[in-house]
């Protein structure tokens, strides 16, 4: 399996608070990604990133923000979490010759 | 991006062979046929990719029709443990592309 760990796993959070999610890879993969995944939705893109500092928005980007300083690690980070951001969030690693990506754990984040 | 249709559910007797249907008609010359599964509260991973030719992998094999609007991703002897959700995705060529995930199968192996 590729080396990618999500921390924390699961997260329960208030309203206004943030929140950050980390995706930590060590498989040196030049791209990564975070999807959440919704019932009823399937897994819908939020960011992803190309490179260190290259960052681009997904299909649902509102409401979260993304960094990467370091090849290994891409976070994802919530600035003022709401209800409708809890969800199952879902990091992704390629840098294949194709479009093979390969998925963290998961972390289960419940915003009250 | 192309769209793909998939049957929302499947059944298959444990040790018969799975044959998960995936319709893509609008399917672009350059795009792929990708294959992942998600087991109950894991991440999705990756099965089997083509672009027209069949393929095969230690996990399953893939047939795409020729006119490349349909495929077919076959388990050859599924165990419980194939019980998922499979989605096929259509991808252009590109490294680091983004993937659409649709609703995909799921699919129930019964003993």
């Known amino acids: 399996d590729a080396g990618i760990t999500q921390s924390p796993r699961h997260k329960v959070t208030e309203t206004g608070t943030p929140v950050t999610l980390r995706c930590h890879q060590t498989?040196?993969?030049?791209?990564m990604y975070w999807y959440r995944q919704d019932p009823g939705h399937g897994l819908r893109l939020i960011h992803y990133?190309?490179?260190?500092?290259?960052?681009d928005k997904g299909e649902v980007s509102d409401g979260y923000s993304v960094s990467r300083s370091k090849t290994e690690d891409f976070l994802l980070t919530l600035e003022s979490a709401t209800s409708s951001q809890t969800s199952v969030y879902f990091c992704?690693?390629?840098?294949?010759?194709?479009?093979?990506?390969?998925f963290g754990p998961g972390t289960r984040l419940t915003v009250l | 991006d192309a769209k793909t249709t998939q049957p929302p559910s499947m059944d298959c007797a444990e040790g018969r062979a799975a044959n998960l249907p995936c319709n893509h008609s609008?399917?672009?010359?350059?795009?792929?046929v990708y294959w992942y599964r998600q087991i109950h509260s894991q991440g999705p991973q990756y099965i089997i990719h083509?672009?027209?030719n069949n393929e095969t992998n230690e996990m399953a094999s893939l047939i795409i029709t020729e006119d490349r609007k349909s495929s077919t991703l076959i388990l050859p002897h599924a165990t419980l443990r194939d019980t998922a959700v499979y989605y096929c995705i259509v991808s252009p060529i590109v490294q680091g592309g983004k993937l659409i995930f649709g609703q995909g199968t799921e699919l129930s192996v019964k003993p």
């Open positions: 992704a690693i390629s840098g294949g010759g194709g479009n093979e990506q390969f």
């Open positions: 498989e040196n993969h030049r791209y």
């Open positions: 609008t399917i672009s010359g350059n795009e792929y």
């Open positions: 083509g672009l027209k």
């Open positions: 990133s190309y490179g260190v500092k290259d960052t």
